[in-house]
């Protein structure tokens, strides 16, 4: 008789506890059905509107699109898909949020608040890569026909490619105190090449190279004023145009390029 009035008491609680579960899960499958969708949307959008000021054309200029060669996804596709994940992330959090505190939405909290510096991170190394290569694109206009022309166009576009890279780095904050020590070593590798050859019985070799670059600076001097002067303004407005136009005008007219995937 206890045995009975035991399974029966258990076959309550087994009946409560299930009635009181089927309303959060019916509840969870709603929020994550309908934020996937939504997450999927704002990522189209994001994607098209990308494409539409020609974002694509203008970032392919700076070395991205070697980057991402060998990948189905260009530059707006995958800022859409970080959107769509960090978008999605959040839905997940609300969606376990439904059965109360537990440690999956512990683990999404963490995820979510890292996810917007990634994003952040992306598009700093985008801008950067970007401004490389106007700026190297200029400088080659301007001052190709010299003999260091090339040398100093290319050292500028690496230089800011490289500091855009190590601010997305300390901006996510992965190893920072890793990230740090590599950007002051590469600081200590220049300065102290530059110690040991001008300083351990390197000065007078060194005077004789800094007297030779000079007195070809002197010589070229007057050509790279000339040439600065006459195609100087007329790369600049180029370069301004050029980029109006692909904003406004895209390469693929806002559309999809054929082959590409661009919905998560």
């Known amino acids: ?4 009035v035991n399974f029966k008491e ?8 299930f009635m009181t579960f089927l309303p959060k899960a019916l509840m969870f499958a ?20 990308l494409e539409r000021i020609g974002f694509d054309n203008m970032v392919e200029r700076g070395g991205i699109k070697k980057a991402l060669a060998r990948s189905k996804y260009d530059a707006s596709d995958l800022l859409s898909k970080l959107l769509f994940y960090t978008a ?11 059965f109360g505190h537990n440690p999956v939405s512990d683990l999404l909290t963490r995820m979510v608040a890292f996810l917007p510096s990634l994003f ?53 904050g992965i190893a920072p105190a890793i ?8 600081l200590a590798v220049v300065c102290g090449s530059a110690i040991i050859a001008i300083g351990g019985g390197g000065i ?10 000079l007195g070809k600076v002197r010589k070229e001097a007057p050509r790279v004023a000339e040439q600065a002067a006459s195609k100087g303004p007329q790369t600049v407005q180029a370069k301004v145009q050029e980029w109006k136009e692909l904003a406004t005008h895209p390469a693929d007219g806002g559309g999809n390029a054929p082959g590409r995937i661009i919905t998560p």
């Open 179 to 186: 990230v740090n020590g590599l950007f002051y070593g590469l």
């Open 88 to 98: 999605f992330l959040f839905v997940l959090q609300l969606a376990f949020g439904v």
């Open 204 to 213: 007078a070799p060194m005077r004789a190279e800094w007297e030779r670059a």
């Open 120 to 172: 952040v991170a992306v598009i700093i190394v985008i801008i950067a890569s970007a401004i490389g290569a106007g700026v190297r694109d200029i400088l080659k206009s301007t001052l190709g026909g010299m003999s260091y022309g090339n040398f100093l166009a290319n050292a500028a576009s690496t230089a800011i490619i490289v500091l855009g890279v190590f601010a997305a780095l300390s901006h996510v």
């Open 30 to 49: 709603i929020i994550l059905v309908a934020g996937y969708y939504l997450a999927k949307l704002l990522a189209k959008l994001l994607d098209r509107a």
């Open 1 to 4: 008789m206890e045995d009975s």
């Open 10 to 17: 258990g076959l309550e609680v087994a009946w409560v506890n």
